[in-house]
């Protein structure tokens, strides 16, 4: 069965401090991937998406994150996190159709001011 | 902008009672899926559709079942609702082409005792 799994499910770090995120994915052959982040009491809302092309994807808020598809990873990044930051992300994939995402099990980010 | 809109944010029901859990979207697109969301594990898809009058199994679809009669508008239902589908379910929405950016609503925090 197609998964995504995520490595770390609760990550806290320091106002500055540089971010990244794990993802790995099990598809094997097409596949668009995404990340999607929670606020606190918020909607699940997109950072970033990757269909094709460019492997390095830039997002909102000054994320990226970047496909490398031999490792089947698409780890997000930031290079100075800030307190507002501090959410659920979650990492998401779907081979090139339209029957629903597979979601991984979310990282729980704090940032500490 | 997408607005993705769900009948209640909060819902509190007792064992055994029919839930319908309502969702309207006003891009008119054609696929609407619906999700929970527990701690620890992530999205999970329960149900979606195409079209109208059309759907599809997800992951997890037991004790559950949909209902789309019209094309902006995507319904849950809980036949007999049990403890263990206490969560918080979120509808989405995205084209059938493209992108596959799914659009979420705010979700419903449902609690069955």
């Known amino acids: 069965a197609q998964s995504v799994s995520q490595h770390n499910h609760h990550v806290i770090l320091s106002e500055a401090a540089s971010l990244e995120l794990g993802c790995n994915y099990s598809y094997g052959g097409t596949v668009n991937l995404f990340w999607y982040v929670q606020y606190p009491g918020q909607h699940l809302q997109l950072l970033l998406k990757y269909f094709s092309g460019d492997p390095l994807v830039k997002g909102i808020k000054g994320f990226e994150a970047e496909f490398i598809k031999s490792k089947f990873s698409f780890n997000l990044r930031k290079p100075s996190v800030q307190w507002s930051d501090t959410a659920e992300y979650f990492c998401?994939?779907?081979?090139?159709?339209?029957?629903?995402?597979?979601f991984g099990k979310g990282t729980h980010l704090i940032i500490q001011p | 902008d997408v607005k993705v809109t769900q009948s209640s944010r909060y819902l509190v029901k007792r064992t055994g009672e029919k839930v319908f859990l309502e969702c309207v979207q006003d891009?008119?697109?054609?696929?609407m899926f619906w999700y929970r969301q527990d701690p620890g594990l992530g999205l999970r898809l329960i149900y979606f559709?195409?079209?109208?009058?059309?759907?599809e199994k997800g992951d997890i679809p037991e004790g559950y079942s949909v209902s789309r009669e019209k094309k902006e508008r995507f319904s849950l239902i809980l036949e007999s609702a049990s403890t263990n589908q206490t969560s918080m379910y979120l509808c989405?929405?995205?084209?059938?082409?493209?992108?596959?950016?799914?659009?979420f609503g705010p979700g419903t925090r449902l609690t069955v005792t």
């Open positions: 891009m008119d697109h054609e696929n």
């Open positions: 998401a994939a779907d081979p090139g159709s339209a029957d629903g995402l597979t």
């Open positions: 559709s195409y079209d109208v009058k059309m759907k």
């Open positions: 989405a929405s995205s084209h059938p082409t493209g992108s596959y950016e799914q659009y």
